[in-house]
Nanobody
Framework: QVQLVESGGGLVQAGGSLRLSCAAS????????MGWFRQAPGKERTVIAS????????YYVDSVKGRFTTSRDNAKNTVYLQMNTLKPEDTAVYYC???????????WGQGTQVTVSA
């Protein structure tokens, strides 16, 4: 199993930036990919970005493409989500997740609140 601990959320004004971190421990050597999800009040949790652990190949949904960047530091077993040009509609609880197989997100961080004020 893998354990995930997130950090870095907070309150920021529109146009500002935040960086989220997700530190993984445990059976990290078998992780296929790490994902970033968010859940706004009254909405479903949806994926916004992901990165494969071995080669760093990243994927983004259109709503964050060009503003958000995910990266990983294999030596620290940590992935990051750099969020720039934040908008009020980015307000949500952000989660990181790990998968051992493509598309199967079986392990989750505790979530961190990101609030973007207008």
């Amino acid at each position: 199993q893998v354990q995930l601990v997130e950090s870095g959320g907070g309150l920021v004004q529109a146009g500002g930036s935040l960086r989220l971190s997700c530190a993984a421990s445990g059976r990290t050597f078998s992780v296929y990919a790490m994902g970033w999800f968010r859940q706004a009040p009254g909405k479903e949790r949806t994926v916004i970005a992901s990165i494969t652990w071995s080669d760093g190949n990243a994927y983004y949904v259109d709503s964050v493409k060009g503003r958000f960047t995910t990266s990983r530091d294999n030596a620290k077993n940590t992935v990051y989500l750099q969020m720039n040009t934040l908008k009020p509609e980015d307000t949500a609880v952000y989660y990181c997740a790990a998968s051992y197989n493509p598309g199967q997100w079986g392990y989750w961080g505790q979530g961190t609140q990101v609030t973007v004020s207008a």
